[in-house]
C-alpha cells in the first residue's frame, strides 16, 4: 500500500512562512492530481490547493494570493509554500493523489500552527 509522507509543518508567528513537502514511499502511476487540503478538530477536512497532471492550480480563496503549490508529477513531489500566514491557517494539513481510475492516497498529515 503506497504511503505519503508530509513534512515541514510546525510553529510560527503570525506573517511567517513554511514550506511544506510530501513525497510517497513509492512511484505511484497514472496521478492526473496532486494537493493539499486541511483540517481542524471538529471540522470537515477542506481543500487548500491542487495541482493537476497538467499543471493547472486550483487555491482556496483563503488561501489565494499567499499559497502557491508546486510540484513535480513526475517525481510525485508536491509542496505548498505558505507565506503570511495567519492564525486562521492552524489545522492538520494532508496531501493527496488521486489517480486515473479513482484511487486515492492520503498522508497522515502534518500540524501546522500559527501564533505568537
Known amino acids: 500500500q503506497v504511503q505519503l509522507k508530509e513534512s515541514g509543518g510546525g510553529l510560527v508567528q503570525p506573517g511567517g512562512s513554511l514550506r511544506l513537502s510530501c513525497e510517497p514511499s513509492?512511484?505511484?502511476?497514472?496521478?492526473?492530481?496532486m494537493g493539499w487540503y486541511r483540517q481542524a478538530p471538529g471540522n470537515e477536512r477542506e481543500l487548500v490547493a491542487t495541482?493537476?497532471?497538467?499543471?493547472?492550480?486550483n487555491y482556496a480563496d483563503s488561501v489565494k494570493g499567499r499559497f502557491t503549490i508546486s510540484g513535480d508529477n513526475s517525481k510525485n513531489l508536491v509542496y505548498l509554500q505558505m507565506n503570511s500566514l495567519k492564525p486562521e491557517d492552524t489545522d492538520v494539513y494532508y496531501c493527496?493523489?488521486?489517480?486515473?481510475?479513482?484511487?486515492?492516497?492520503w498522508g497522515q498529515g502534518t500540524q501546522v500552527t500559527v501564533s505568537s
Open positions: 493527496v493523489f488521486r489517480r486515473i481510475g479513482g484511487d486515492e492516497y
Open positions: 513509492e512511484i505511484v502511476y497514472s496521478v492526473y492530481m
Open positions: 495541482l493537476s497532471w497538467g499543471g493547472d492550480t
